[in-house]
């Protein structure tokens, strides 16, 4: 079991971007990484239809013999993360949020911290109730900014289209005064840098594929669940190839990789 792949998905090709920080913290680590291009992007579906696309692609990725599961899209991880554990029994899940908002119990107190994210992530209002569950101090402010992944899909990054884009959200008086900004959304590690610009670097623009990575390996640690072999496989599956989602997949991933169109059964 220990030498068994990490199961990763994500609604595309986003979730690459905790992918790729899982293979630097655990080079020894094999992957499976499905993305459900066909179905994408989650963020503008319903609860049920991405509880049910997550539960096929859970069910998939236990059928390849996955050790544990990472849910490595926001959207998911909001509305499906109990559903997923539901059908996984000893095999353990991870979400993007915990890691996070643990990150925030430990590093922040009162304060002013902005969410931004998919409609369906913010809709879920799941960062605020955890956030505030573990401190009442904490004021927490939420945007949706659903045009920041299909921009960043179509690789508008570090262009003025981009930057009006991106102040254009973050002008938004819901966000004025805050002194930490929680990316939660798998594509914006990639637009982290013209954030933190935006700020002049002044607020703490919250990395969460680091976060989440850092906080699989010390799980899969306690669980005495790390690899042995110094050998890792990586495979990436789509529910619907083109090759611009390849594209788009390397400059994610930050690799030369080919992904693989399958069918997952319903
Ligand atoms: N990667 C997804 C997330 O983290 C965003 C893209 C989508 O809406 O499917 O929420």
């Known amino acids: 079991m220990k030498n068994a792949s990490i199961g990763i998905f994500d609604s595309g090709i986003g979730g690459l971007t905790i992918a790729h920080s899982?293979?630097?913290?655990?080079?020894?680590?094999?992957?499976?990484?499905?993305?459900?291009?066909?179905?994408?992007?989650?963020?503008?579906?319903?609860?049920?239809?991405?509880?049910?696309f997550s539960e096929s692609i859970t069910k998939f990725l236990l059928q390849q013999?996955?050790?544990?599961?990472?849910?490595a899209c926001n959207s998911a991880s909001s509305v499906a993360y109990k559903k997923v554990k539901e059908i996984t029994g000893s095999v353990p899940v991870f979400n993007v949020i915990d890691p996070v908002v643990n990150y925030v119990n430990k590093n922040c107190n009162n304060c002013n911290i902005g969410?931004?994210?998919?409609?369906?992530?913010?809709?879920?209002?799941?960062?605020?109730?955890k956030i505030i569950e573990n401190n009442k101090n904490q004021k927490v402010h939420s945007l949706a900014t659903p045009l920041l992944a299909p921009m960043i899909e179509e690789?508008?990054?570090?262009?003025e289209i981009s930057r009006t884009i991106i102040q254009n959200y973050l002008k938004n008086p819901i966000l004025e005064n805050i002194d930490?900004?929680?990316?939660?959304?798998?594509?914006?590690?990639?637009?982290?840098?013209?954030?933190?610009?935006?700020?002049?670097?002044?607020?703490?623009?919250?990395?969460?594929?680091?976060?989440?990575?850092?906080?699989?390996?010390?799980?899969?640690?306690?669980?005495?669940?790390?690899?042995?072999?110094?050998?890792?496989?990586?495979?990436?599956?789509?529910?619907?190839?083109?090759?611009?989602?390849?594209?788009?997949?390397?400059?994610?991933?930050?690799?030369?990789?080919?992904?693989?169109?399958?069918?997952?059964?319903?």
């Open 180 to 266: 930490s900004l929680i990316l939660a959304c798998t594509h914006y590690p990639l637009i982290q840098e013209e954030i933190q610009q935006y700020y002049n670097n002044n607020i703490n623009v919250i990395d969460s594929a680091n976060i989440v990575a850092n906080y699989i390996n010390e799980k899969l640690e306690s669980l005495n669940l790390h690899s042995e072999t110094k050998h890792a496989d990586y495979h990436f599956y789509v529910s619907n190839y083109t090759s611009s989602f390849e594209k788009s997949a390397q400059f994610f991933f930050q690799e030369n990789i080919k992904l693989e169109e399958i069918t997952l059964p319903q």
């Open 155 to 159: 690789g508008f990054i570090n262009e």
């Open 115 to 129: 969410i931004i994210g998919t409609k369906a992530t913010i809709q879920s209002n799941i960062y605020s109730e």
């Open 22 to 52: 899982i293979k630097e913290k655990m080079p020894n680590e094999s992957i499976i990484y499905f993305g459900d291009t066909k179905h994408l992007p989650y963020g503008e579906k319903s609860n049920s239809a991405i509880q049910d």
């Open 65 to 71: 013999n996955c050790k544990a599961i990472v849910i």
